[in-house]
């Protein structure tokens, strides 16, 4: 069952048959499509837009990204994805991500965590996000 927080937020999506490779599964790559799709939303349900925040000078990016695969997808396959997210520092936040296959809910098939960061779009140096902080502290809590 999930580690995740009972506040983490949930898509349900299914599996293309172009997202398959040779084998049959899921390609590898695909993962991170599905992952970045979630996060996506998940901003977006608490009112923070990746196209406003550039307009604002800010963008959102990845510097770390670990994933532990677990158990294949294949063609016509659901599953759902769990995404939480935390404060790591003053610079850098963490989305824990989890996949499950449905409609075997505990069948876990992956378990990921990315740490992000926000630079300036002009200088590309960090930028303390207070948008994300405060959505932390005040919406999404910590995992």
Aim: aromatic fraction near 10%; include cysteine.
């Amino acid at each position: 069952m999930s580690e995740l927080n009972s506040n983490s937020f949930r898509i349900d999506l299914s599996v293309r048959s172009y997202e398959c490779d040779l084998q049959g599964i899921v390609n590898n790559a695909i993962y991170l499509n599905y992952l970045e799709h979630a996060r996506h939303l998940f901003l977006q349900s608490y009112g923070v837009n990746f196209a406003d925040m550039h307009d604002e000078g800010k963008d959102l990016v990845v510097i770390r990204f670990e994933i532990d695969y677990k158990y294949p997808l294949r063609d016509s396959d659901e599953f759902y994805i769990l995404t939480s997210m935390e404060q790591e520092s003053r610079l850098r936040f963490v989305f824990h991500q989890e996949i499950y296959k449905l409609p075997e809910q505990d069948k876990l098939v992956l378990k990921s965590k990315l740490t992000g960061t926000c630079i300036s779009a002009e200088t590309g140096k960090p930028l303390v996000c207070n948008e994300l902080i405060e959505l932390i502290q005040t919406k999404v809590g910590q995992c």
